[in-house]
């Protein structure tokens, strides 16, 4: 969204733009080298070994079920019906294992959002900053596309020190 509202105000600048002074900056180089990033990955891989071994027990009960189930479905003095009952058991499990993923996919999202939010906020105060220091008129992410001539003038330095990286 933000990629795309800066190219919007790029193609409506007016022609008179060509006096004002551009930037660039490699948004995702800077935001990698972040501290906070490197941590809020290691916070993200910590939650989500977590998720994963809860979801090898529970894949390991499951399977288990289905051994039991198999030894039962070839022994001839267990009835259909047991053995039905034995099979929705199996079934509900399962749901309840693929209710568990789906929830546990959604609050990763959710943490990965929550913890990136002062992150981005922090990125863009920088950029912010050394914009009005630079007195630049825009400030573009590098990866927009866009033809950059001579005198755009790449601020990922100035950002990253801004950030003390």
Do not use: C, H, W
Request: cysteine-free; hydrophobic content about 45%; proline content about 4%.
């Amino acid at each position: 969204m933000f990629k795309k509202l800066l190219l919007a105000l790029a193609v409506a600048l007016p022609m008179s733009a060509m006096a004002q002074k551009f930037g660039t900056v490699n948004i995702d180089e800077v935001g990698a080298a972040m501290p906070e990033a490197a941590a809020m990955q290691n916070q993200m891989a910590e939650t989500a070994k977590k998720y994963e071994d809860e979801f090898a027990k529970l894949q390991e009960a499951i399977n288990q079920q289905y051994t039991e189930y198999q030894a039962m479905d070839k022994d001839p003095a267990v009835t259909e019906t047991m053995k039905e009952l034995k099979m929705q058991e199996i079934q509900e499990r399962a749901q309840k294992i693929e209710q568990f993923r789906q929830t546990a996919t959604q609050d990763l999202q959710r943490q990965q959002e929550q913890l990136m939010a002062p992150i981005q906020q922090k990125l863009m105060d920088a950029i912010k900053s050394v914009g009005a220091e630079g007195g630049f008129t825009f400030i573009f992410p590098t990866d927009l596309g866009l033809y950059q001539g001579t005198d755009v003038v790449d601020v990922t330095p100035l950002v990253r020190a801004k950030l003390g990286i």
